[in-house]
């Protein structure tokens, strides 16, 4: 989904272009099998993923490639970069940015609002398509990209790097980072904890700061998640993934739209449900009723959908697990993969790239 980025302390704008060939640490020669591509040139990695959330004040959005020639729900992402760029390049202005990042937000703005969501796809589909070329022929094996093999794709829309290289009509430039998709077991466990998110709709950096201290109780317990529910005990979503519930009648429980950064893959979730008679309650599942839900599941780009095999609430010191087959869980992670495909949008190979060499 696509989320608001916070204006960092400290813009490293001196990172923002690629360093000579060179002078690129062996690390970053490596590619190990990435690649990140600004306004349409593609080289190794010379900042990682973290560094551009962190680093830039915009726009970013996270989508993965389908078979190697689509990109799953392209149209959907285009549509909230628009609309969460457009947000925070009016924010800047509000806020008094200094001169050369007005100036360049009034022409990024001035371009959004020309060119609409529809103006996004093809820039999109273009730097895409050369991450992919890219790693077809620089990949970490050296080894011709297969395209039955998918990629996680962040893009990130920015004033603060504008330059020479920045396109003179758009007032923004594009980051491209490409990686394998990550491996994630079949089933996944999660931890419950308190908590609450300031404004769910967007995820702005700040709550990349937020939910640090989730994240470490995350990784002391060596889950998938953490899942969070609020003072009632109704469950929102997961840090990075949106949460469903199943009762014992077999009715969905989820969060409504107004509560959660709603992603590609819920939408997906909710239109196989609605296509298969499942119904849909949207309500924060309480986790107070932990023993009394058939099954349960998480969903996000990465994941799609990942059946839940253990819940811990530490603060309840309550434990549930749940079936390893035959759930209500994986019956809607078989759907969602068998409409997976059918939301993809193929992307038009340049054969023009601009590919510095690693």
Known sequence: ????????????????????????????????????????EAAAPWLGKQQLLNDFAGAYTTARTVDGTAVFELAMHCSRLHDTAAAVWERELAGGAEQKTATACKKAHSFLKSEGPLGLKPLLRHEISLALEFLGGHGASGDAR?????????????????????????????????????????????QAHRADRSNPTIKDVQWVRDRKSLEDLQAKAGVNEVIMFDATGAVTEGLQTNFFAVTSDGTVLTAPDELVLAGTVRKVVLEVAQESGIPVRFEGPNIHDLDQWESCFICSTSRLVKPIRTVEVPEFKAQRSFASQGSMAHRFEQLVLDAFRSHAEPLVRTGKSAIRAA
């Open 146 to 190: 297969e395209d039955s093999v998918d990629y996680q794709v962040t893009v990130v829309l920015t004033c603060d790097t504008v330059g020479a290289h920045t396109p003179i009509d758009r007032g923004f430039d594009i980051f491209t980072f490409v990686q394998p998709m990550p491996t994630i077991e079949p089933m996944v466990d999660v």
């Open 1 to 40: 989904a696509a989320a608001f980025l916070a204006r960092p302390r400290a813009p490293a704008v001196s990172m923002a272009a690629p360093p000579p060939a060179g002078e690129r640490p062996k690390s970053m020669m490596a590619g190990q099998g990435s690649v990140l591509v600004r306004n349409g």
